[in-house]
């Protein structure tokens, strides 16, 4: 397991999964297929690369930064980043001892106790399944489904668990949800400040694309990549005015980024005029 320097409440484990498929088939009889010293190998690989992905290409843009400020106040509490394939016994979480998941995945109770999430050596209050070769390589045409993205809005809901704003509420539009709405809004903003295509709802379409296959997702459609024209569609400006108010510091540092698409900034430029 690794601490992420810039945010030590944020920690990378594969180790504890690694070595339980170790174990698991050292106990079968097969040691030699997956001997204790790969899976120390793997672990070390991934957490560095998952270590990079978060200091290199989202701590470098004003949007992460802001965002792993926002997760650092939350301590104590602590946020876990692990691989989405898991055989992980540990976990006092029936739901993530074995999974494989498909898309990244973020979990923030234990829904049999309702308290934190217990995974080797690490309590968590959230639990991000995400493994960055699942969202490689990069495609221009894949809107906010990159591992940069992909990471930093699986942090976006995280944060919302850590913070306990986050919300069950649906939406009957192509956001889906309020929580999938502000994780999309907050990767959007990232996504204008990287050069990337703006994401424009919650559903995609799985497609055969590499081993693991990809979910394409739908861009933001022109109208509505301006800010302005953002606010006035559907429920967009509610939505945003109820996000500035649950994380009133992480909206003001999100409005002074000056990119194309940024409608915190663009609300509350309405409000002061």
Not at 88 to 103: F, V
């Amino acid at each position: 397991m690794k601490v992420f320097a810039d945010s030590d409440n944020i920690k990378v484990d594969a180790t504890t999964q690694m070595r339980e498929s170790a174990r698991y088939f050292a106990s079968i009889g097969m040691r030699d297929l997956y001997p204790e010293s790969q899976a120390d190998a793997d672990a070390d690989e991934y957490e560095n690369k998952v270590l990079n992905i978060m200091k290199e290409q989202i701590g470098r843009t004003q949007t992460g930064r802001a965002l792993f400020t926002a997760i650092a106040a939350t301590k104590p509490r602590t946020m876990l980043i692990s691989p989405q394939s898991r055989l992980d016994t540990t976990s006092s979480d029936p739901d993530l001892k074995y999974r494989l998941e498909l898309n990244a995945f973020t979990a923030g109770v234990n829904f049999a106790t309702g308290g934190p999430i217990t995974c080797g050596p690490v309590v968590a209050n959230a639990v991000i399944l995400f493994s960055p070769e699942m969202f490689e390589p990069e495609s221009a045409q894949d809107a906010g489904q990159s591992a940069r993205e992909t990471l930093l809005h699986e942090m976006v809901h995280g944060l919302r668990h850590m913070t306990g704003k986050d919300s069950c509420q649906m939406l009957n539009n192509e956001f889906f949800s309020v929580e999938e709405f502000i994780a999309m809004l907050v990767t959007n903003i990232f996504a204008s400040e990287i050069g990337r295509p703006l994401r424009g709802g919650y559903k995609g379409m799985f497609v055969k694309q590499g081993p693991y296959g990809r979910n394409v997702t739908q861009r933001l459609p022109d109208a509505l990549q301006d800010p302005k024209e953002f606010l006035k569609y559907k429920n967009c400006a509610d939505l945003v005015s109820r996000f500035v108010s649950e994380h009133p510091t992480f909206a003001g540092a999100l409005m002074d980024i000056r990119v194309p698409f940024n409608p915190i900034e663009e609300w509350f430029f309405g409000r002061r005029n």
